[in-house]
């Protein structure tokens, strides 16, 4: 029998580590010129689940040396002083990305507040201008989480071109973005792409034929080993919290993929924890430093 070859466990946390030393120097680089890249997180309300994805991007942000505009509003906020608030932060010439963070209280029309974002400061890709502009394949700012799957594979060496991506999950901000950047005529792309959702018919017989998997359903460990290929490369985006009595904090979290099963015929897979999230971060920041970059050419 053939031994078992090991899949490669794609490491988000080191490959993001590595992406922010890299930022580090152009931060500096800004700084010299009399540049400090700003981000402002606005946070809306206490989902305790926004409140960690909050924290952590303030706190890579102050490890970086990005400074950090924080936002917290309570969740009776009203439409009118959000759109307030990001009217203000448009027009602040030290902030140079805004992120609202996702979701806002029902109360509140989100795509109003994401397309009151001035595009050049979009550092999320949200607004209907950068989407736009992914499509055509323009610069703009890309959606972080899609920007993060591209990276990690192109910087583990995957070449991309030709490959068969089967992406399950359509959203505004991870699947649809992912097609679009992945379909595209260009470096670390040129893929042939397929899109699944939960209205796909044999979804089995289409995540079978993918060379590249991206699972982002929001549906635990969906994702089964029988229905991947052997030598397939996955990617994880799922990020659920299930119930878990042995954690301190009474969940642990886990993926779409059901990792155990995947992993045995995986080429390569990521970790979840520490795949895709970290890298999602990563991109945020290269978002804004981006952004920082480029308002020195408007000065
Ligand atoms: P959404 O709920 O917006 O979209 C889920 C998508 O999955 C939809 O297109 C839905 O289809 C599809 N889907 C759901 N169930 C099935 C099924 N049984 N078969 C096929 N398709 C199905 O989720 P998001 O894209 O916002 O997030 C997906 C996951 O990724 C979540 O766990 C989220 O927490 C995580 N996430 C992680 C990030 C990170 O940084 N790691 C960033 C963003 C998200 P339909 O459109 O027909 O309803």
Redesign the pocket.
């Known amino acids: 029998m053939p031994a078992q070859r090991k899949p490669k466990l794609l490491d988000g946390n080191k490959l993001s580590e590595i992406i922010k030393s890299e930022l580090k120097n152009k931060i500096e680089e800004l700084k010299q010129k009399g540049v400090i890249p700003g981000l402002a997180v606005v946070l809306v309300g206490d989902n305790p689940a926004s409140q960690i994805y909050v924290r952590n991007k303030r706190k890579t942000c102050e490890e970086l040396g990005i400074r950090s505009f924080a936002y917290d509003l309570p969740t009776q906020t009203s439409e009118a002083d959000l759109l307030k608030l990001v009217d203000e932060l448009n027009r602040n010439r030290e902030v140079h990305g805004i992120l609202i963070q996702s979701p806002l209280p029902k109360h509140i029309n989100e795509e109003k507040v994401l397309n009151a974002i001035d595009p050049d400061k979009d550092v999320d890709g949200f607004h209907p201008v950068n989407k736009g502009k992914l499509l055509n394949g323009q610069d703009c700012f890309v959606a972080c989480?899609p920007a993060g799957i591209q990276e990690l594979l192109v910087r583990y060496g995957y070449k991309i071109q030709g490959k068969h991506v089967v992406i399950?999950?359509?959203?505004n901000?991870?699947?649809k973005p992912l097609s679009a950047l992945l379909v595209q005529k260009a470096e670390g792309a040129d893929a042939t792409v397929t899109v699944?959702?939960?209205?796909?018919r044999n979804?089995s017989s289409i995540t079978k034929t993918a060379d590249i998997l991206v699972a982002?359903?929001?549906?635990p460990e969906?994702i089964q080993g029988r229905m991947v290929r052997d030598g397939c490369i996955v990617i994880d985006?799922?990020?659920?919290r299930i119930p878990d009595s042995t954690k301190k904090s009474g969940y642990r979290l886990v993926g779409?993929v059901h990792f155990p099963s995947v992993f045995k015929k995986a080429k390569a897979i990521t970790p979840v924890p520490g795949g895709?999230?970290p890298m999602?971060i990563a991109m945020l920041m290269k978002n804004t430093v981006k952004s920082a970059e480029k308002s020195t050419h408007r000065l």
């Open positions: 989480t399950v999950g359509r959203s901000i991870v699947g699944c959702h939960s209205h796909t979804l982002a359903m929001g549906v969906f985006v799922g990020m659920n779409d895709v999230g999602t």
